[in-house]
């Protein structure tokens, strides 16, 4: 008789196993089975298990070990009546605002650490967690952030006011991309009036959070976003602000000099940008917002 099944990825105490076969019923590679009575692995579980731990986790008498992680005895589930109530999380989703005050009051690490604990346990496809993080806090690199962008977009708003020079973004851009870009024109010189004005239109003056990953991979976009939502929610519940930075995810990717200023791996994609800080601003209603989109089928 086998009393422990051990492998690269797992440790399965099997002579204390109640064959509950939980660990069956829950894998979702359909990795583990029963024959006559007796637990068993298939054949390519160490290529194909994403050690999503999931078997762990519903093992009620804790005998399965996934080596990845240390071997000290995971941390027990919440029992449900210590969620919070769906009336307390609404309240939570109705108040989060989007953020763009700030007060000159840096992030201490101990609360961005909690927050970047918040991402590790979001969801990510396939259980790949192909999620990095990179904290700009440094004012000086933000601000350089948002004038390397500035100029981008200055220099794309004058050759798309001359028809001339307009001809040679046609080398770069598809005709599509130079009709959406003559469309936000009117956009992009507000922005830039907005800029002249001492409003940093970019970043926020807040602290940054890039959320990245390898581009070969793939689902980065998800991931990322994923872990945003997770994180965004959360800074409300340690006095934080965030908003969402979708041109500086776009320009991170596109603009080297950025990338080499916050140091972003080649091979890296970034899927999300937060701009974080204190908010300098209290709201005292909760916006309205146009019906409900959905269909039931």
């Given at each position: 008789?086998?009393?422990?099944?051990?492998?690269?990825?797992?440790?399965?105490?099997?002579?204390?196993?109640?064959?509950?076969?939980?660990?069956?019923?829950?894998?979702?590679?359909?990795?583990?089975?029963?024959?006559?009575?007796?637990?068993?692995?298939?054949?390519?579980?160490?290529?194909?298990?994403?050690?999503?731990?999931?078997?762990?986790?519903?093992?009620?008498?804790?005998?399965?070990?996934?080596?990845?992680?240390?071997?000290?005895?995971?941390?027990?589930?919440?029992?449900?009546?210590?969620?919070?109530?769906?009336?307390?999380?609404?309240?939570?989703?109705?108040?989060?605002?989007?953020?763009?005050?700030?007060?000159?009051?840096?992030?201490?690490?101990?609360?961005?650490?909690?927050?970047?604990?918040?991402?590790?346990?979001?969801?990510?496809?396939?259980?790949?967690?192909?999620?990095?993080?990179?904290?700009?806090?440094?004012?000086?690199?933000?601000?350089?952030?948002?004038?390397?962008?500035?100029?981008?977009?200055?220099?794309?708003?004058?050759?798309?006011?001359?028809?001339?020079?307009?001809?040679?973004?046609?080398?770069?851009?598809?005709?599509?991309?130079?009709?959406?870009?003559?469309?936000?024109?009117?956009?992009?010189?507000?922005?830039?009036?907005?800029?002249?004005?001492?409003?940093?239109?970019?970043?926020?003056?807040?602290?940054?959070?890039?959320?990245?990953?390898?581009?070969?991979?793939?689902g980065i976009p998800s991931n990322c976003a994923l872990a945003a939502a997770n994180i965004a929610l959360a800074a409300e519940t340690l006095g934080l602000g965030a908003c969402s930075l979708g041109y500086l995810t776009s320009f991170v990717n596109e603009i080297q000099a950025i990338r080499?200023?916050?140091?972003?791996?080649?091979?890296?994609?970034?899927?999300?940008?937060?701009?974080?800080?204190?908010?300098?601003?209290?709201?005292?209603?909760?916006?309205?917002?146009?019906?409900?989109?959905?269909?039931?089928?």
């Amino acid at each position: 008789m086998i009393n422990v099944i051990d492998n690269s990825k797992i440790n399965i105490d099997v002579e204390n196993c109640t064959k509950c076969k939980e660990c069956v019923k829950d894998c979702v590679a359909n990795l583990f089975s029963f024959d006559q009575d007796s637990l068993r692995l298939s054949d390519s579980f160490e290529e194909v298990c994403i050690e999503c731990g999931h078997c762990e986790a519903v093992c009620p008498v804790n005998v399965i070990y996934l080596k990845f992680h240390a071997e000290e005895e995971l941390e027990h589930s919440s029992r449900r009546e210590e969620f919070p109530t769906y009336d307390s999380f609404l309240k939570l989703v109705l108040n989060r605002r989007s953020i763009r005050r700030f007060k000159e009051k840096p992030i201490p690490k101990d609360l961005m650490e909690k927050l970047l604990n918040i991402g590790k346990y979001s969801p990510t496809g396939g259980n790949s967690e192909n999620v990095f993080y990179t904290i700009v806090q440094d004012k000086t690199i933000v601000t350089a952030i948002s004038e390397h962008i500035t100029n981008r977009v200055t220099k794309l708003v004058n050759k798309l006011e001359d028809p001339q020079k307009r001809e040679y973004l046609k080398k770069s851009m598809s005709e599509g991309q130079i009709s959406q870009a003559l469309e936000n024109l009117p956009k992009l010189k507000r922005k830039l009036e907005m800029i002249k004005q001492g409003i940093d239109f970019w970043c926020w003056n807040g602290e940054l959070l890039l959320i990245h990953g390898d581009k070969t991979i793939g689902g980065i976009p998800s991931n990322c976003a994923l872990a945003a939502a997770n994180i965004a929610l959360a800074a409300e519940t340690l006095g934080l602000g965030a908003c969402s930075l979708g041109y500086l995810t776009s320009f991170v990717n596109e603009i080297q000099a950025i990338r080499d200023l916050v140091k972003i791996p080649t091979n890296h994609i970034v899927g999300y940008s937060l701009t974080m800080g204190y908010p300098d601003v209290k709201y005292q209603r909760i916006p309205a917002r146009k019906p409900l989109k959905v269909k039931w089928i």
